[in-house]
Structures are given as structure tokens and as C-alpha cells.
């Protein structure tokens, strides 16, 4: 079993995660890599395509998430963030750590962020 310790290492250790959801239609369970900002005790996820991803729809209905590193993974409650001034703040950490020419081309839609708490 891995225990927060053995998460937080392994964050320590890379710049994507896997984030594992329940598909909104289906119920069943659905993985895809993301990029991640840590701040304090807190993970921020920036869904691609904004409101649109198909992974804040499931979020939106199911908020138990695993996320995975490495071998490390963890269970958390997503919570969805649509303060625009929230948002943006997500926005500018993942141009801070991954740069602004990345977050442009990648993340077109820039209306919700999710945070994961990591106490």
C-alpha cells in the first residue's frame, strides 16, 4: 500500500501524473496522463480542452480520483474550480512550471481548473 510519503516522493520525481476517473456515461474507470502544479498541500489539475474535457465531466459527477506516480498512487475528491480568478492563478503556476508557450499550445480553454487536496 502506498502511504502520502511514498506519493509525495515520487511527485518529487516528475512533471506528469496519471490520473485515473470514472467515465461520467460508462461508470467504468478511465486513465490519462496530466500535468500537475503542487502548491503546499494542494494538487491543480488543468483539464485541456477547459469545461469541455472529458475528465472534468467526470469529475463533475464522481469526485473520488486515483492519481498515480511512478509506482505511488493516491486516492483523493477532486474539487472543480470555475472562480475565473482562481483559475487563473492555475493557469499562471502551470505557465510558471511547464512555460507559457506550452500552456498556450496545449490548453486552448482556460474556464476551470481542479484541485486535489493532499493533506
Known sequence: ??????FARALDD???IELTTTGQHSGR???RKVWFVQKRETLYLLPVTGSDSA????????????LSAGQA???????PIADPAAVE????????????????AYYPKHDVAVEVPFP
Request: without cysteine; glycine residues 6%.
Open 29 to 31: 474507470a478511465r486513465s
Open 55 to 66: 475528465w472534468y465531466g467526470d469529475v463533475l459527477k464522481t469526485p473520488g480520483v486515483r
Open 89 to 104: 492563478q492555475v493557469v499562471d503556476d502551470f505557465r510558471a512550471k511547464y512555460g507559457a508557450r506550452d500552456i498556450e
Open 14 to 16: 516528475t512533471n506528469e
Open 73 to 79: 498512487q493516491y486516492d483523493a475528491d477532486a474539487r
Open 1 to 6: 500500500m502506498t502511504t502520502r510519503s511514498d
